[in-house]
């Protein structure tokens, strides 16, 4: 079935996702602010809008993909997405946003606009090869009426209840990831001074009982000492700072989490904020400032 597809935020994550729709036959326009923004998005064969409103008003599917929970309110809430937005419509978002501002969108969700919560797992490669794993909440009747929208982009979904469940597992996930680049670091940094190498030791690691595809697809990078991002220290740290908040507001005490968070902020003191997240592999066992 082909769709009509508006999508929000076509950044390092989403561009490569509508790349795929287009390539699947699917209409999909682009929302672009600006003239140049549009005209490069043309380039890239899109149809695009100036505003939010236009962009939705005839879409069978609405994207959004954006930053935190400020740029998601003002697209949602302040540019009129959900009052736009045509009957029957399923409104997906893929943000890796608070369960809080999640829950404030979905009760201005109007009758009849199915809103599905769907932050993925995954790289931006991933997205290319349409292999993301889709974490997704939310009424189950529209999940499963969205089937075929998210085999274009994923290898895996999983419904996993009717609220803000999908948010929560995402912070969880995240937490994980952003510690793994602190514990690495200081694996590594160990055995550099105890007469190894990055490369000896990263091949041992990917085929040992710790070894993740998230380790693996950034292997290279660590052996080769280019941490041009992919995802910034400031985007994890955004993340472990909301699954704090979140932990909080359930009255948990996370101390691991409040300590790898401290490593970020201090990297991200130092100027590291806009390097790939997996440089603090290299800041390891560094004095800080």
């Known amino acids: 079935m082909?769709?009509?597809i508006a999508w929000i935020g076509a950044g390092k994550m989403g561009l490569p996702i509508c790349r795929r729709f287009k390539e699947a036959g699917h209409r999909a326009r682009i929302l672009a602010r600006t003239p140049e923004r549009a005209k490069a998005l043309a380039a890239d064969g899109f149809a695009t809008a100036a505003t939010v409103k236009d962009l939705v008003g005839d879409a069978d599917v609405i994207f959004t993909c954006v930053s935190d929970d400020a740029a998601l309110a003002d697209v949602v809430l302040a540019d009129g997405l959900l009052a736009a937005a045509r009957t029957n419509a399923t409104?997906?978002?893929m943000s890796t946003v608070s369960p809080a501002i999640s829950a404030k969108i979905a009760a201005h969700v109007p009758a009849g606009l199915s809103y599905l919560r769907s932050?993925?797992?995954?790289?931006?490669?991933?997205?290319?090869?349409?292999?993301?794993t889709a974490l997704v909440s939310g009424p189950e009747a529209a999940y499963h009426a969205m089937a075929d929208v998210f085999a274009v982009f994923t290898k895996k979904t999983f419904h996993l209840g009717s609220g803000e469940e999908a948010r929560v597992l995402k912070l969880a996930i995240n937490s994980m990831v952003a510690a793994t680049s602190v514990l690495l670091g200081e694996a590594l940094a160990l055995g550099l001074k105890g007469g190894l190498g990055n490369a000896a030791m990263l091949d041992v690691i990917t085929q040992s009982a710790v070894a993740s595809p998230l380790i693996g697809y950034k292997k290279d990078m660590v052996i080769g000492g280019n941490y041009a991002p992919a995802a910034t220290l400031n985007m994890l740290l955004k993340d472990v700072e909301?699954?704090?908040a979140a932990g909080e507001e359930a009255q948990l005490a996370l101390p691991l989490n409040s300590m790898i968070?401290?490593?970020y902020r201090d990297a991200a003191g130092r100027g590291l904020g806009e390097q790939d997240f997996f440089v603090l592999v290299r800041e390891a066992g560094l004095p800080s400032s």
């Open 261 to 263: 968070a401290g490593i």
């Open 2 to 4: 082909m769709r009509t």
């Open 242 to 244: 909301l699954f704090l």
């Open 119 to 132: 932050p993925v797992s995954g790289s931006t490669g991933m997205a290319a090869a349409g292999t993301l």
């Open 91 to 93: 409104f997906i978002d």
